[in-house]
């Protein structure tokens, strides 16, 4: 059924106060609400109330402690609706009875490793018990966990914790959580078990005290300074950027090992994905330790930017995820390199969300329908979401973006909110129009830019030709031209930014252009000398920048750029321009000068560890694959790109091996940027001796292995020894399986270098690795770590030219759709690139979709909705 955001109406009546008992039980918990209601103002008397469910079992309803004769309800698993209520207010209380143990969904109240935990958002809350489950609807929650308790010590709600005592008589004792600020039930959060705990204690910048608290699995608590090091900067960042504050007595977390998604911010008690809570240095990666701060601040940043104010229907879904992502890329920014954040936000923008905008699933970032709205979690809705917040941002000023933040706070806390009502808050803050920007949130697609440089000596101008098209996509067949804001500068023969005395063409404030209709000619005055034009700085738009520069104005910008974004992104056009050319057999001109341009980025001590890190990656086959964009062969570009790394690695070895050899390490692992910049940088080095496969490189990764004393040390180089295939390898993967095979999040990372191992046989090397005990179909991030790894990671062996990866693909969706939805659909997105393919693979592809909707099972909305677009 397709929901559409015009159909949007508010509910007949309005619920005041919810009161929830729970009386867990692992197979048959019963949950007793009681929620007063009353008369939406407009309603007519008598209309009927109609509640949301999902695989619920009613035990009993009542109106105002009468028990409801059968006549006076209907209900199903899906839905009650109560005939004719009172005209005045009343409380309706439901008995629901819901089983935790086969809640394989892990939607709504789950057992994960023997706790009981939830997951509301989106619809999950209807699992539990019939409510108007739907964001609009804000009301005050007041929860009652009674559980056994020798199994379940801890008992935690949203809000401030009330009474706790044991229940006279039994073994069993319960807990009151009481949330004062009304929320919408996607907030409503609950966890029992028996879990050890670290704290802090927190004082608010007006001097509010607060007890923070991490709650994990037993055993795991050495696991959690790093995610409660993230949690007490990021309170202090939001207070210090923002101006918000915390309001309640206490913030909690709980990691969980089984959760279809990253974390979930629950008012006052946020549910994490483990992987997002636990570090150690034997454990976890530097990105892992990057990973849970950003993800930590995020959850706790909802808070404000999704709690406080959340959203109307969840159409403005990117109201509160665009803007907390864009809010936790600042925080990261701050604590780190900002260059090298960006860097990384726009790899990320690039591999994930690029595909998407360019395929069958793209959408707007603020949608208008959808069947299933689980599947509107995408790239597109939190990143690109991000990116036009970071866009008002450019356009406004810093100060003229927090002066709108600030009146957003002001004007909208404890609103539902949408869009419209957001960018109204810059308008009216700044006095402008921001119509002709709010296109970026309806109309879906990757804008192409094309800009063509042009200079005159004679008269000292220089002339510039932009150009803006998008490609039509699913919904949308015409496009207007999008409002884009390009950073910019004219950058000199001696690498300074050339002044110009005056322009025509566009808007253009300093080195801000407005780039808002299809064609413009923008012409500089004044320019004394011929410049290179360094476009769309620090990514000033999320657009596809087609540049007609030459190959020795690009090395000039690698090499001079003041804007270090362009300086990577100008090495990036080269490797891409470079590698399509070698995916055709052609032999590129200009080779031999970028490698050389490329040895001397490696050795510039004015650079960034980590950004030279950065700056020395080759574009992923998935991203070369995306950038040629039709009659895709992979195993060309697989073989080019190998062929490529090996010819980097071999030219340069020495330029490598002598920055490998010199770069001193800390005497301790510490997870700080520098620190894991010099490890990215060596690793780096590591990977490129690697690929040039001599004797001598393979003993060095391997000794590397051997050697590491921390996570990212060990990971980096088994990758390079089992993607080079080099001696050592499968000795190397039986080490690092003896050392963590206890340890489930650190065997996830065993599971995906396996995944990505070259091989003839892809799908075989897959199917014995699901034998394997570290690997299990009922936990999320196991299922991530080696399927995700092999869809995302070994292009070559998803997309063989025999299909067999596509028919594994619909296989295990069709397996997996049977126990968890969200996971199952979350696989098929896979399929989103399928129409880039060259002929041979789109029949084998698209066999395999229409297999899927064939099959002889009943699909859920997920998957259906995936693989119905894909075919569309
Ligand atoms: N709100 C959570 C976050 O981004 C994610 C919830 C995802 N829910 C879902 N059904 N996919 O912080
Ligand atoms: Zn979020």
Request: some cysteine; proline content about 4%.
């Amino acid at each position: 059924q397709l929901i559409k955001l015009e159909d949007y109406k508010e509910t007949p009546y309005v619920i005041e106060n919810v009161s929830l008992v729970f009386k867990l039980q692992p197979e048959a918990t019963e949950v007793i609400s009681t929620l007063t209601l009353s008369r939406r103002e407009g309603t007519e008397v008598g209309a009927p109330l109609e509640l949301d469910g999902d695989e619920l079992t009613l035990v009993s309803v009542a109106i105002d402690r009468a028990v409801l004769a059968e006549e006076a309800y209907e209900a199903s698993p899906k839905k009650l609706v109560v005939h004719t209520p009172p005209a005045d207010t009343f409380k309706l209380e439901v008995v629901t009875k819901v089983n935790p143990t086969t809640n394989t969904k892990l939607e709504g109240l789950y057992l994960s490793q023997g706790i009981y935990c939830t997951q509301c958002e989106a619809e999950g809350f209807r699992r539990i018990t019939y409510y108007y489950d739907r964001p609009d609807v804000l009301s005050v929650f007041t929860t009652r966990i009674e559980a056994d308790k020798a199994t379940n010590p801890i008992l935690l709600g949203n809000g401030n914790p009330k009474d706790a005592e044991d229940i006279e008589g039994t073994d069993r004792h319960f807990a009151v959580w009481h949330d004062p600020h009304p929320k919408p039930a996607y907030l409503f959060a609950l966890v029992a078990g028996d879990l050890a705990c670290t704290s802090e204690k927190y004082t608010t910048a007006s001097g509010k005290p607060v007890d923070l608290n991490i709650y994990v699995e037993k055993g795991n608590e050495d696991r959690t300074d790093w995610s409660m090091d993230s949690l007490v900067r990021s309170m202090r960042w939001d207070e210090k950027v923002f101006g918000r504050e915390y309001d309640l007595d206490v913030f909690n977390i709980v990691a969980v090992s089984a959760f279809n998604m990253g974390a979930m911010e629950n008012k006052g008690l946020n549910i994490f994905n483990d992987k997002f809570i636990l570090a150690d240095s034997d454990t976890a990666t530097d990105m892992d330790y990057e990973g849970i701060e950003t993800v930590v601040a995020h959850e706790y940043f909802h808070n404000w930017t999704g709690n406080r104010i959340t959203c109307r229907e969840w159409f403005q879904l990117c109201l509160k995820e665009g803007l907390t992502v864009f809010r936790d890329q600042e925080f990261s920014s701050d604590e780190r390199s900002r260059p090298v954040k960006r860097i990384a936000d726009v790899i990320r923008l690039k591999s994930r969300q690029f595909p998407e905008d360019q395929g069958p699933l793209s959408h707007p970032v603020r949608p208008t329908e959808y069947k299933e709205i689980n599947n509107f979690y995408t790239a597109t809705v939190y990143d690109k979401g991000a990116e036009l917040v970071r866009m008002i941002k450019t356009i406004l000023g810093a100060d003229g973006f927090r002066k709108g933040m600030d009146l957003y706070f002001e004007r909208h806390d404890g609103d539902a909110s949408t869009i419209e009502d957001f960018l109204k808050c810059f308008e009216d803050a700044n006095q402008l129009d921001l119509s002709h920007f709010s296109l970026w949130y309806h109309q879906s697609g990757t804008p192409f830019v094309k800009a063509n440089g042009s200079y005159d000596e004679a008269a000292k101008t220089f002339t510039l030709e932009l150009e803006q098209n998008t490609a039509a996509t699913p919904g949308q067949d015409e496009k207007k031209p999008f409002f884009i804001p390009i950073r910019f500068g004219l950058v000199g023969p001696n690498g300074d930014d050339l002044a110009y005395t005056s322009v025509e063409g566009a808007h253009v404030d300093g080195d801000l252009l407005h780039l808002t209709e299809d064609k413009q000619t923008v012409v500089f005055q004044g320019i004394g000398s011929k410049p290179v034009p360094s476009l769309l700085r620090e990514f000033s738009a999320p657009v596809k920048l087609e540049s007609t520069l030459s190959r020795e104005d690009q090395i000039f910008l690698m090499r001079h750029d003041i804007d270090p974004f362009n300086r990577w992104q100008a090495t990036q056009t080269l490797m891409t321009e470079l590698l399509i050319e070698l995916t055709n057999g052609e032999e590129p001109a200009g080779k031999d000068a970028f490698i050389e341009a490329l040895g001397h980025m490696a050795e510039d001590e004015n650079l960034d560890y980590a950004f030279r890190g950065f700056g020395l990656m080759l574009p992923s086959e998935q991203d070369i694959a995306l950038e040629i964009g039709k009659e895709v062969d992979t195993d060309a570009i697989g073989k080019a790109r190998d062929a490529f790394s090996k010819e980097i690695g071999v030219t340069l070895y020495d330029t490598f091996k002598r920055i490998y050899d010199a770069m001193e390490m800390p005497a301790t692992f510490s997870p700080d940027a520098l620190s894991a910049g010099k490890r990215a940088l060596k690793l780096r080095c590591l990977s490129y001796l690697g690929a040039a496969q001599t004797k001598e490189s393979a003993a060095l990764t391997k000794a590397h292995f051997d050697n590491a004393d921390n996570m990212t040390d060990r990971m980096g180089a088994l990758t390079v020894l089992v993607i080079w295939q080099l001696a050592g390898a499968q000795d190397a993967l039986k080490a690092f399986e003896a050392r963590h095979k206890d340890t489930a999040l650190a065997m996830d990372k065993w599971l995906s270098i396996a995944a990505r191992a070259p091989s003839e046989d892809a799908i075989a090397a897959i199917r014995t690795l699901t034998e394997h005990p570290a690997f299990s179909w009922d936990n999320p991030n196991r299922i991530y770590a080696l399927i995700g790894g092999f869809l995302g990671g070994n292009t070559r062996g998803f997309h063989a030219a025999d299909g067999s990866g596509y028919d594994y693909l619909a296989e295990i969706t069709l397996q997996l759709d049977k126990t968890n939805p969200q996971v199952a659909s979350r696989m098929a997105k896979s399929f989103g690139t399928w129409k880039n393919m060259n002929a041979e693979r789109r029949v084998k592809a698209e066999a395999a979709l229409k297999r899927i909707l064939a099959a002889d099972q009943q699909l859920s909305t997920d998957v259906k909705e995936i693989v119905e677009l894909c075919l569309d």
